[in-house]
């Protein structure tokens, strides 16, 4: 019989070196599994931003956005087309340090997204009155990676796709680092719900912001690049230029931290 080859059975070097090692491997690696350990907080003390009824405290194009059946209906169609990205913008507050609760469903002609901590533009480069730069929950009726909904992406800025769904990173020295790849193609596949309605948890607290989707998160990133990092700003939905499309919004719900 194979004798087991145990700590005990090693010299007090190779002992040292494999415990050195050992700990240089997982210093920099936080394991984040299906089973992780973090969960999304119950709900408590948030306030309804949209009535149901009206786009009372919002701003945006009033042909392409209404409220249809008590939910937010945004829509582009080859006569009301959008000038470049447009969005609806909330008016009545900001996205400091807050969470941010919604449903919402589209279409897969094209894409949406939800800003946050993002700025108004209003100079000569905005192709329209609704125009926003910042932070985006990207919003999509996808199941396949990467083009899916959740990641983070820097609308109007220049990292493009910050941080991917299934992954825990950290933006510093002007890049990316991943520390862990936590949920995989077929995990998504299982939590996504195609056609329907899907509820979104967006969590920012200071430069830590988390993201979850139908109860489970999908995405952790802390931003460190401080020239770039976005701390504040406005929250709003997006409608995207290109091909017609339309997207839904309801029961939108939201809690400042500070």
Known sequence: MTKLFTATTLTPSWSTTLAIGL?????????????SPVKLPAESGMTSIFNGKDLTGWSGD?????????????????ENKANGNTFLIWQDGNTKNFELRLSFRCNADNNSGIQYRSKHITNKSARNEWVVRGYQHELRNEMKFPNIAGFIYDEGGRRGRICMVG???????GKK???ENFMDEAEFQKLFKLDDWNEVVIIGNGNHIQHFLNGKLILDFTDEQPELALLDGKLALQLHAGKSMWAEFKDIRFKSLD
């Open 23 to 35: 700990a240089v491997v997982f210093s920099n690696v936080l394991v984040v599994s299906a089973d």
């Open 62 to 78: 009033e042909r392409l956005w209404s409220v249809r059946d008590g939910v937010i209906h945004g829509e582009t169609t080859e």
């Open 167 to 173: 992954e825990k990173a950290v933006w510093k020295d």
């Open 177 to 179: 680092q991943v520390l």
